[in-house]
């Protein structure tokens, strides 16, 4: 089992993540074979999204990825993915236009939506304004661990 | 024989010649001896005499001394006597300024009262003259209409008079027609010509009652005339009045000019309604602001005039208006929520309103409204919030990045570290840990002291708050093995308060009081209502304690305690300073006891806060 994780990681780092990750033949192939969850992540910072379309490859989860709010909205309704891990501030469309236009769809106003943002949580505006469309929870990225946000995925997936 | 003799005999004497050489001998000797002593004792005197000499030329000398000093203090005495009598002549002159200060003084306050007096009795006495002036009046204006009506009656029974003389010739004619007729008639002219002799008996009594009425009439004409005259000075007086009326009137307007000219120069809009709101004054800033004239608008309704929208142009209805509220409720009112005045061109600027309602012996008479154009000030409000938000995302997206990287490889998510390795990235990430604790510990104070901390009380169950709060540090206190506990006071309702603010609060002075406790220490937080109205959050630890010469820094921005200093790196020195704003920003306080330097004696600190939230007074007049 160890060497398997190995291997997958080897494919990950030479085909590219974002390859695996946004072929729908690879991960529809995944899915039907392991009834793997698919994720999607929309974030405009490389390395945060390469983080955690890395772990959640680890974690056997199917991550799918946008780099900001149109092309998540886009691939949401498109690809329908299990969950979706939205930041906030993106450019071309921000986080919460992106939260409103899914929840706008008929299939999109029930997925559940993990907030994932590095704004102050005390006292800001746009998490604010974000937190009027319903999304199903929120963490602060700098707050907590990477694995922290698998457990909360895995949490939320089963109820 | 004799010879013999005369040999002892000289011999005898020769004896005794030798006997009182001897004698002598001795004698000079002892007066040789006492004339040595005397030589001796002569000398002895020469020394004292000289010594003497001496002695007297120094007494002679502080004799001379002592003869000027006693000069010089007589001198000084004789100036000092002069300085005192002039002193006491200064002294005597000030004292009877004084006295005549004293009785000019009196004097003054004599004339003073007098004055007042004399004041209140001119006042009295011209407000009898009003009264009688009055009377008088009153008296003149009767005795006209009786004057009148007497003269009617006295030329009606003049009209009478003349009547009743008209009748007596022709009685006169007709008794003199009846002699001629016949001697029967004579009798009745007879009775006729006393008839008429009645007749002018009558005539003449009523000639002589309007006699008395013409009598009558011309003292009431007398009466008339003096009333004339009183009138005239009445008149005159009455002049004199309005004069002076006039004068006070005319510097009663010049003062009310200038401080029309002061109230319309100010420097905010400002409008002043009467007690219906109606616009009274306008300033030319409110004309500017509001983009009216005041010709347009005074006297007309303010509410109506000047529309008042929300952020969204959502009309503020009339009775939420400052001034209404102002009106009705008698206070200064400021309006909370931004106001925005909605211009007749469409366009709206914010506003900061403050209406204060004018009272006159308790009763609303009018409000006075002070506004000014706030736009500028949200555009900084507004900038303020954005930095401290692009900063805070910015600076954590690439402490996060750093984190989630070193927490991958430390998990073997991607293969195993050796021991060296593991060890080198634990420290990557834990100095990422505090960069990233620092880097919001920053962005809350700056958020602090730019003044975009918004206090937002909500109603919030502060048992489940804390105990989420213990939840998170749960590892750490667990870690070090300390024993802790947590007493909450069940018959506590629900408070108050910005929940995200207490949790800053409690999240602060506990990991306080766990990161200074010792190993094996003990941590006891208790919550219970205080003073009826506020709640009382008590934190001790068996920590370090903080040093007395240091427990008034404690609360200082960036200030940290020696005695942690050294022993833990990690702190920020800006949470107690956190703590602070936050808590008194929202009505509440925060103190602590600590047995200082006195290691292990650990230290307590008390958070006290409104149930009720922050309480905001509203401002009576």
């Known amino acids: 089992m160890f060497r398997g994780v190995i291997y997958i990681m080897e494919i990950v780092k030479t085909s590219s993540t974002h390859f695996l990750a946004n072929n729908p033949n690879i991960s529809n192939f995944k899915s039907s074979m392991k009834k793997q969850k698919t994720v999607l992540i929309v974030e405009d910072e490389k390395s945060l999204r390469g983080a955690m379309v890395d772990i959640l490859c680890i974690k056997n989860f199917i991550p799918i990825f946008a780099k900001n709010g149109r092309e998540g909205v886009e691939l949401a309704l498109s690809r329908h993915p299990d969950l979706i891990l939205l930041d906030l501030v993106m450019p071309e469309m921000d986080g919460t236009a992106a939260l409103t236009a899914i929840r706008a769809d008929d299939w999109g106003k029930n997925v559940p939506i993990i907030i994932l943002t590095n704004l102050r949580t005390t006292n800001d505006q746009i998490i604010a304004d974000a937190m009027t469309h319903n999304p199903t929870y929120y963490l602060v990225k700098s707050d907590c661990k990477l694995h922290d946000i698998v457990k909360k995925i895995e949490v939320v997936l089963k109820s | ?87 006491a002549v200064t002294a005597a002159k000030l004292a009877a300024t004084a006295e005549k200060l004293a009785v000019t003084a009196k004097e003054k306050e004599r004339v003073r009262r007098k004055l007042v007096i ?30 009148e009506e007497k003269e009617g009656v006295r030329r009606k029974l003049a009209i009478t008079a003349e009547e009743k003389e008209d009748v007596r010739r ?30 002018a008996t009558v005539a003449e009594e009523k000639e002589g009652v309007r006699r008395k009425l013409v009598v009558t009439a011309e003292e009431k004409e007398d009466v008339r005339r003096k009333l004339v005259v009183i009138a005239q000075k009445l008149k005159n007086s009455h002049e004199t009045l309005e004069h002076k009326v006039f004068e006070r009137t005319k510097e009663l307007e010049m003062s009310r000019a200038k401080e029309e000219a002061i109230l319309l120069s100010i420097g905010d809009g400002l409008l002043v309604t009467d007690e219906k709101g109606n616009i009274i004054i306008i300033n030319k800033t409110a004309e500017k602001l509001l983009g009216i004239k005041s010709e347009e608008v005074l006297g007309k309704i303010f509410s109506e005039e000047v529309v008042l929208v929300d952020e969204k142009g959502v009309v503020i209805p009339p009775e939420k208006h400052p001034v209404e509220m102002a009106l009705t409720g008698s206070v200064t009112t400021a309006s909370g929520p931004t106001y925005y005045y909605a211009r007749k061109d469409k366009t709206k600027f914010p506003m900061a309103i403050m209406a204060t309602p004018v009272l006159l012996n308790g009763k609303v008479i009018g409000t006075i409204k002070i506004f000014r154009d706030i736009t500028s000030e949200r555009e900084v409000d507004k900038a303020k919030t954005e930095f401290v938000s692009l900063a805070s995302h ?16 430390l998990a073997g998510d991607v293969g195993d570290l050796n021991e060296k390795q593991k060890k080198y990235l634990d420290e990557v990430y834990r100095s990422n840990q505090r960069m990233v604790e620092l880097v919001n510990a920053l962005l809350d104070v700056s958020s602090l002291e730019l003044g975009t901390f918004l206090i937002e009380p909500e109603a919030i169950d502060l048992s489940k708050l804390v105990q989420s709060v213990i939840d998170e540090q749960k590892s750490q206190i667990s870690a070090k093995q300390i024993s ?18 207490i949790r800053m609060v409690v999240q602060n002075i506990l990991s306080n009081a766990v990161k200074y406790t010792h190993e094996g220490g003990r941590i006891k937080l208790s919550i219970s209502v205080f003073e009826k109205k506020n709640v009382l959050i008590k934190l001790s630890d068996t920590g370090y304690g903080i040093p007395k010469n240091q427990q008034d820094k404690i609360f200082t921005k960036l200030f940290r305690a020696d005695n942690v200093r050294d022993k833990d790196t990690d702190g920020t020195g800006l949470g107690l300073y956190i703590v602070k704003s936050i808590v008194e920003n929202s009505g509440g306080k925060v103190w602590f006891e600590s047995l200082g330097g006195k290691e292990n004696k650990g230290t307590t600190f008390y958070v006290k806060l409104p149930l009720n939230g922050k309480e905001v007074l509203p401002v009576s007049i």
């Open chain 2, 118 to 147: 004399t004041a209140a009795k001119l006042a009295v006495t011209a407000e009898k003259l009003v009264i009688t002036a009055a009377k008088l009046a009153a008296t003149a204006e009767k005795l006209a209409i009786a004057a």
């Open chain 2, 170 to 199: 022709k009685l006169v004619v007709i008794a003199a027609k009846l002699a001629a007729t016949a001697e029967e008639k004579e009798d009745v002219r007879r009775k006729l010509v006393v008839t008429a002799a009645k007749l």
């Open chain 2, 1 to 87: 024989m004799k010879q013999k003799n005369s040999i002892s005999a000289a011999d005898d004497i020769i004896l005794k010649l030798k006997i009182l050489a001897k004698e002598k001998e001795s004698v000079r000797r002892k007066l040789a001896v006492t004339a040595a002593k005397l030589a001796v004792t002569a000398e002895k005197l020469a020394a004292t005499a000289k010594e003497k000499e001496s002695v007297r030329r120094k007494l002679a000398v502080t004799a001379a001394k002592l003869a000027s000093t006693a000069t010089k203090l007589a001198t000084t005495a004789k100036e000092k006597e002069s300085v005192r009598r002039k002193l």
């Open chain 2, 484 to 501: 802790f506990s947590f007493l909450f006071e069940k018959s506590m309702s629900k408070m108050r308060a910005d929940p995200k603010h």
């Open chain 2, 394 to 409: 910015q600076l954590r997206t690439p402490l996060s990045a750093v984190s989630w990287y070193a927490e991958m490889l």
